[in-house]
């Protein structure tokens, strides 16, 4: 069974800086990785969309790696802004399922 | 198209009543899929449809719940009997058959208290 677990639960930075939430997948016979963001109460928004033949995918500040062999992927967030604070979730779409296993999140919070 | 429409944004309903949600996907999108997310938690899988087809259920979906996608449009996900544990963020995605390759696209989900 596919377990995905995204590192740190938490993170708080001051704004400016750049960030790296981490995000590992146990099987690695996946299709895709999906990155989302939510915002309190509210539904997921996509960022970025991996496939599994990909090893980067960018999207201005935001940057999505892929280590499919190792089960891994990151999101850097370069120059952090306060508006950046939300959850961002991880989400594989495993071969011969049609469905997406999400990680818990990583709360990110960005102070002025 | 304006994305994926969930109704309503918020509900409230005492224990042992039953509630339906509405979903409209994208109009193209042929897969539309129910999660359930509770605090803290990453949305878990519910059920999945393609076109009218039901294809997919997860052993989360209780014999309370049942969902249906009349003429592979828009979705409705009822819930009968409710109970406290069924408070939770109800997600609805859609996607073309090829979810693989373009992704999925969620709503604003529906926030169900149940009191």
């Known amino acids: 069974k596919q377990e995905v677990t995204q590192i740190p639960a938490a993170l708080s930075v001051p704004e400016g800086e750049n960030l790296v939430l981490n995000c590992s997948f146990t099987d690695s016979a996946i299709y895709n990785l999906q990155w989302f963001r939510q915002d309190p109460g509210k539904g997921l928004t996509s960022l970025l969309l991996?496939?599994?033949?990909?090893r980067e995918q960018t999207s201005g500040r935001l940057n999505a790696s892929l280590d499919k062999s190792s089960g891994r992927s990151t999101l850097y967030i370069a120059a952090s802004q306060p508006g950046d604070s939300a959850t961002y979730l991880c989400?594989?779409?495993?071969?011969?399922?049609?469905?997406?296993?999400f990680g818990k999140g990583t709360m990110l919070l960005v102070s002025p | 198209d304006t994305g994926v429409s969930q109704d309503p944004r918020h509900k409230i309903t005492k224990r042992g009543q039953n509630v339906t949600f509405r979903c409209d996907p994208i109009?193209?999108?042929?897969?539309l899929y129910w999660y359930r997310q509770t605090l803290g938690q990453g949305p878990e899988f519910l059920t999945y449809?393609?076109?009218?087809?039901?294809?997919?259920k997860s052993r989360l979906l209780s014999d309370r719940f049942s969902a249906e996608r009349p003429k592979g449009s828009f979705s409705t996900l009822e819930i009968q009997r409710t109970e406290q544990g069924d408070s939770a963020m109800y997600l609805c995605?859609?996607?073309?058959?090829?979810?693989?390759?373009?992704?999925?696209?969620f709503g604003s989900g529906t926030r169900l208290t149940v009191v």
């Open positions: 989400a594989v779409k495993e071969s011969g399922y049609s469905t997406l296993t």
């Open positions: 991996i496939q599994s033949s990909q």
């Open positions: 995605a859609s996607s073309l058959e090829q979810g693989w390759k373009y992704g999925y696209t």
């Open positions: 449809f393609q076109n009218e087809a039901q294809l997919e």
């Open positions: 109009s193209e999108h042929n897969r």
